[in-house]
Structure formats: C-alpha cells, structure tokens
Nanobody, 122 residues
Framework: QVQLVESGGDFAQPGGSLKLSCTASGIYMDVYTMNWYRQVPGSQRERELVASIDASDGGGRANYVDSVKGRFTISRDNDKRTVYLQMNSLKPEDTAVYYC???????????WGQGTQVTVSS
C-alpha cells in the first residue's frame, strides 16, 4: 500500500518560515519526481504546482512556480524516503493546503498525500 504522509503545516506570521515534510512508503521513491502542490480550500482553482524535484543524480533538479522562487526550497532524501519544502519569507497568499505528490512518468504512476494546512496571517 502506497502512502505519502505530509507534516509540518502550521500557522505562521508574514515573513516567517515553515518546513514541510513528506514521507513515502510502498514505493521506490528514487525513481519518482516528487512534487508539492497547493490549493486554497473552497477555491474553484485547480491545485497549483509549487515545486518539483526530479530523480536525477546529485539530489535532483528543482523547479518552482514564479511566485515562490527565491523563497521556497525543495529537497529530497531518498534514504529517508522523504521530500521537504522549506518555505521562507511567507506571505498571506501562501495560505493553502499543501499536497505531496509522487509521479513516475513511465509508466505514469502518481500518488497523493492527504495534505497539510499552511496558514500565513498576522
């Protein structure tokens, strides 16, 4: 059984920091691209891909949505089967449920975590 379990969501003040973690079980995480998405509860907007890190050597190549570049850092530790999202200089617009996603392009396997709430407010 595949499970992605997120943790680290919390309240933070604008300008503050949080670190999200996602631990995978039931998959060989080394071959998966790991992603962090976010969605505002009750919003009609689709989940937004915030950051991704692929399975290439050297820790993986990272990509970010423009709105978080320079503030968020994604990283992975395959030995611990965990992907992280370090979020700095948080803004109220970062408030959302953050979801971990594991995607293996071939054969197109994808799995989701249950989400963790991040709230940024003064």
């Amino acid at each position: 059984q595949v499970q992605l379990v997120e943790s680290g969501g919390d309240f933070a003040q604008p300008g503050g920091s949080l670190k999200l973690s996602c631990t995978a079980s039931g998959i060989y995480m080394d071959v998966y691209t790991m992603n962090w998405y976010r969605q505002v509860p009750g919003s009609q907007r689709e989940r937004e891909l915030v950051a991704s890190i692929d399975a290439s050597d050297g820790g993986g190549r990272a990509n970010y949505v423009d709105s978080v570049k320079g503030r968020f850092t994604i990283s992975r530790d395959n030995d611990k089967r965990t992907v992280y999202l370090q979020m700095n200089s948080l803004k109220p617009e970062d408030t959302a449920v953050y979801y971990c996603n594991a995607h293996w392009p071939t054969p197109n396997y994808t799995y989701w975590g249950q989400g963790t709430q991040v709230t940024v407010s003064s």
